[in-house]
Every structure is written in C-alpha cells, then in structure tokens.
C-alpha cells in the first residue's frame, strides 16, 4: 500500500465524528500513516501517531504539532530553511460534513494537484445537499421518496407521518419523525437548528432500509456486503456512530438474489453519476420489492470499513485508479499570433 494521509476533522457539525473515523480507519487499515488534522478555524496540523487520541483535539493539544501548509502536490511543513514536504503519497479524506463532503477540500486538493481519495468537486456538492441529491437519482434513473423543501415558517404540505432533516447535513443530526402535529414544533427547531433549509419526506414505518458500499477502480467494481443496519424507529446518530468503530465486520443481510443485485445495480448507477476516486455508502429502502435511494454517503463513517471482507484490497485497487486530471497546455499562441500582426499588444 502507497503511504496514506489521512486527512480529519473540519468546520463542520460533525466534526467529532471525523475524529472517530480518523482513528478507526487507522486501525482498520494497519498500514504506516501520516495524519492531518484540519482544525475548527481550518489550519492543518501533522498528528503524531502517539497524539491520535480524541481528548488530544478536544483539550486544543495539537495546536502543539507542527502546522502544515497546502503547496502544489502535498502538505509541506515550515523548517530552518524553508519548507519540506511530509511523508505520504495520497490523502485520504474522512473529513465528514462541511469543508469534507462539500467540495471544498475536493477543490484545494484538485487545484493543488493533491491525490486524494474522495468524491471531486460536482459530486460533492450534489451529494451534500439532499435536494440536488434527488436530481442525482433521477438522472441515474434511481427511484426516491417524494419530498419538499421547506424554510422555517413554510407550510409542510406532506401528511403525517413524515420525517424532516437538515438540507445540508448528516450522520442523522437534527433529524425528527412528525406522526401529528403536537412533533412539529420540536422537529422545526431540531432540523432549523443546523440548516435555514429542511427536507421533508414520507415516514414509512418498518420500512425495510441497506446499506452497500463500494467503489469503481477502472473496470472493476469492489462492492461491500450488503448490511441491514439494526434501527429502533429511524437509524438516529447514536445508532449510526457509537457503532461504527466495531472491530467486527457487518453481517450478510438476508435477501433474495433478485433484491440484492437490484440494489447492486442501483448503487452502480448511482456512481457512475460522477463518484471515481471515492469509495461511497448508499443507503437504501426496499419497498414493495423497489429499491429506493434514502441518502449518499460520500465520505462515510471510517470509510465504511465494516463493510467489507477484504478492505486492504479495495483500498489498494482504489488507491492504483485514481482519477487523473487533464493537465491543460497553455502556449500563448493567441497571443504571439495577435503580437505578430499587429507589432505589440
């Protein structure tokens, strides 16, 4: 394996989860890696291995790690003369959120010539917004649940049961399931919390819900084992993320050949809508024997490591097929051209 940084942390309300994740994946992995800590007011630290403890980011102790600095193919650190790049040869992001999952760091990384693991600039963005996320399905040609996007203040036209989620927002915050109108108040101030925008769709009660992972490493798919996640009524945070640094490995959900390869299938499409270089997680509903997009996990909780049987081979395949952006050659010929015929410019 190529030597990873990985890259945690962020401006973002799940901030603490990335932290998780870091070392999560760290241990699933088990290669030699160099760590960087994107801070709260987004200053990059190199973490020591012995520092990767959660109560070292949370204390402020790592604003004693040398600062790094972004330059043109990696992070370099300051020196007595000058500046040297760290050791490692391609980020992985697990920088869950905004600043991870919004395309902000998929475009630094992009315009700095960084190689990376994680979704490019396009896909970040229809990804993290739940709206544009149903655009997405629907070019894939991947069913979803009829919905609305509301503002505080706006009528819901959906009936009830329902449930509301921050627009831009996930890991299951700010989440709440509106059976009457006596939830709504409550629901209003959990979701407009952390967004100005909401989404509201049907709740279908005991709706049967997977996830798969996986990734596409030139012509080969490496997809996951397809896991029924244990829920009381929706999958809440504590459910998704107190669970998911398990050393243990998820469990074949109990399908019909014919459910699992339409969920296959499905989540195929759904990558193909621009997701290379990442490894993704789809969550899905089966209904009525149909496959429904729920969310897109762009960057998924410790890089969905469970999932897999085999997760060094996925990630070495994927780390071998990472996109390469088309270097541009700019010649000024139109202006030489312009230069010659007129004797200046």
Not at 40 to 65: T, V
Not at 72 to 93: A, C, M, N, Q, Y
Not at 181 to 188: E, G, N, R
Not at 209 to 228: D, P, Q, V
Request: proline share 4%; glycine share 8%; charged share 25%.
């Amino acid at each position: 394996m190529q030597k990873p940084i990985i890259l945690f942390g962020g401006q973002s309300y799940e901030h603490e989860i990335s932290i998780v994740s870091a070392i999560s994946l760290h241990k699933a992995i088990g290669a030699q890696c160099a760590f960087v800590f994107l801070s709260p007011d987004r200053r990059f630290y190199l973490i020591d291995l012995i520092d990767m403890k959660a109560d070292h980011f949370s204390s402020g102790r790592y604003r004693k790690n040398a600062e790094l600095f972004l330059a043109r193919g990696g992070f370099e650190r300051k020196t007595l003369f000058g500046r040297t790049p760290i050791d490692g040869d391609v980020v992985i992001s697990v920088a869950h959120g905004a600043d991870g999952e919004d395309g902000k760091l998929a475009a630094l990384f992009d315009f700095y010539g960084v190689a990376y693991v994680g979704p490019r600039l396009e896909a970040s963005v229809l990804s993290f917004n739940k709206r544009w996320t149903k655009f997405l399905a629907l070019c894939a040609g991947v069913k979803t649940l009829p919905y609305q996007v509301v503002r505080r203040g706006d009528a819901i036209d959906l009936p009830y049961p329902f449930i509301l989620k921050p627009l831009r927002l996930g890991s299951s915050i700010g989440i709440a399931v509106v059976k009457s109108q006596a939830d709504l108040s409550y629901a209003i101030d959990a979701a407009f919390e952390f967004d100005d925008e909401a989404l509201a769709e049907p709740f279908i009660d005991g709706v049967s819900e997977y996830n798969l992972a996986g990734c596409k490493t030139g012509e080969t798919w490496r997809l996951s084992t397809i896991e029924e996640p244990q829920k009381k009524e929706v999958l809440d945070f504590d459910q998704k993320y107190l669970d998911f640094s398990r050393d243990g490995k998820a469990k074949e959900a109990r399908l019909s050949n014919e459910t699992a390869e339409a969920l296959r299938e499905a989540f195929k499409k759904i990558y193909d809508q621009g997701f290379a270089g990442a490894l993704i997680r789809c969550d899905f509903f089966v209904v009525d024997n149909e496959v429904i997009l729920n969310e897109i996990n762009p960057i998924p909780g410790s890089l969905a490591h469970y999932l897999f049987p085999d997760y060094e081979t996925t990630l070495n395949e994927l780390l071998a097929a990472l996109p390469r952006p088309k270097q541009i050659a700019v010649t000024y010929n139109y202006i030489h051209s312009i230069k010659a015929a007129k004797g200046k410019l």
